[in-house]
């Protein structure tokens, strides 16, 4: 389990054969190549870090907005197994910087953290500004070099690192390279993925990059619109063998939301495979079907259907809404139900999903670098000194702390990948 008082991996000191000086340049300020600059440069490199915005951390500190969810405390097998099939590549980088490894470096920067009722890990402060305030005092007393506004543009055909700087170009060598650019999404905080087709014509196998934690369209009826903005709480979403509880919130032409978000993977490939999918929101996951119609059989007297589902069931009025929406769609009114087939549709609303919301506004990406690309150490077999970390790999994971996980896991096993090839004896 690597530390922030090792100078190298706990599986070896990886920077024992290094001659100095060496250098390494970072592409890429998120917590993937700041965690692997962090490494480098605690080994003795000379590290600088690339990136292409006005300062760093900037998809990090978005992250923060809501709560920084660092990672979480559940046992490490159920853990892995959020990455569904997951590579042993990325499953081994876990195991050697795993969740508990992850507190320990925060606490160890001064931000303590706590595990809140989901079983989820944040900082006291809940914010991501200080953590990373912390962060980069630490990374400038390693002598770590930070070179912003600096764009990635590849090769020059000597080999050297080609930069993009109001309007000039820079061309800069490294003896190791760490690529940790990012995904797709939020491309206006710099992951926009311009990295694709730069290592493609290298000879890089790159997954297609795809929305991850999105949400998704609906044809939604002027009525449904008129809901825009509310939120289902405390709702089950089903689609498949798979079933979520959490939140969603109806947007103007779709849905999103936490639970949203963790079905996600199959709601993607099924719509990409058959055009649409349909999910059923259970609107009451607390009461079952037989207990919902006895309240809704109960005499009605003047109150209207709308008050009988507020008052007796419980159901706000975007609950009300879908399940108009849902017997507008199969040509009946909603009062026309018996009770039975009333709770019925509570338990299972229909809505039927027409497309993916764009990669650019998901929280993360699918797809990237596959990892039959990369050697053992996370170095590119096609080129030989440069490594890659971050959502850059083809990975996918849910939210709940197990993206910034394998942001950080993935950082340090490629840093300590390039000190151990640094380290090897020429041949």
Not at 239 to 252: D, I, L
Not at 291 to 312: M, T
Not at 381 to 392: I, L, R, S, T, Y
Request: charged content about 20%.
């Amino acid at each position: 389990m690597w530390h922030p008082s090792q100078k190298a991996g706990t599986r070896s000191d990886v920077a024992t054969n290094i001659t100095s000086p060496k250098t390494a340049a970072v592409i890429g300020g998120g917590p993937a190549g700041l965690i692997a600059a962090e490494v480098l440069a605690r080994a003795g490199l000379a590290v600088t870090i690339y990136d292409g915005m006005p300062s760093l951390g900037r998809k990090f500190l978005l992250a923060g907005r809501g709560g920084l969810n660092l990672t979480h405390s559940e046992p490490l097998a159920r853990f892995l197994a959020r990455y569904g099939a997951i590579d042993p590549l990325l499953k081994h980088a876990i195991e050697h910087f795993p969740p508990d490894a992850l507190r320990a470096w925060a606490e160890a920067l001064g931000q303590e953290t706590f595990i809140g009722s989901s079983g989820r890990v944040f900082p006291k402060t809940m914010k991501a500004s200080p953590l990373l305030r912390a962060w980069l005092r630490r990374l400038g007393d390693l002598g770590v070099r930070v070179a912003l506004r600096h764009r990635w543009i590849g090769w020059d055909e000597g080999g050297a690192l080609r930069f993009a700087r109001d309007g000039r170009e820079t061309a800069v060598s490294a003896n190791v390279v760490i690529l940790a650019l990012g995904g797709a999404s939020w491309p206006r905080l710099g992951s926009d993925a311009s990295w694709t087709e730069t290592l493609a014509a290298r000879g890089v196998t790159i997954a297609p990059l795809q929305p991850s934690n999105c949400g998704f369209t609906v044809a939604w009826s002027e009525a449904m619109r008129r809901v825009e903005g509310a939120p289902l709480k405390r709702v089950a979403l089903a689609f498949g063998e798979h079933t979520v509880r959490g939140e969603a919130v109806v947007t103007g032409n779709g849905l999103e939301g936490g639970a949203v978000y963790a079905l996600s993977a199959p709601l993607r490939d099924a719509i990409a495979r058959d055009g649409g999918a349909t999910l059923t929101i259970d609107l009451r996951p607390d009461m079952d079907t037989a207990a919902l119609a006895g309240k809704l059989a109960a005499p009605r007297g003047k109150q209207s259907l709308s008050n009988v589902l507020r008052k007796a069931v419980k159901l706000p009025p975007v609950g009300t809404a879908l399940l108009h929406e849902a017997t507008t769609a199969r040509g009946r009114p909603l009062s026309s139900l018996r009770a039975e087939e009333l709770a019925a549709l509570i338990k299972a609303v229909p809505v039927h999903l027409t497309g993916v919301q764009p990669v650019a506004s998901a929280i993360s990406t699918a797809g990237g670098i596959r990892f039959d690309a990369l050697d053992a150490h996370f170095m590119l077999k096609a080129m030989p000194g440069v490594f890659a970390a971050g959502e850059m790999l083809d990975w996918e994971a849910p939210t709940g702390g197990y993206l910034l996980q394998a942001c950080f896991a993935t950082g340090i096993a490629a840093a300590e990948g390039a000190l151990q090839w640094l380290a090897a004896p020429a041949e």
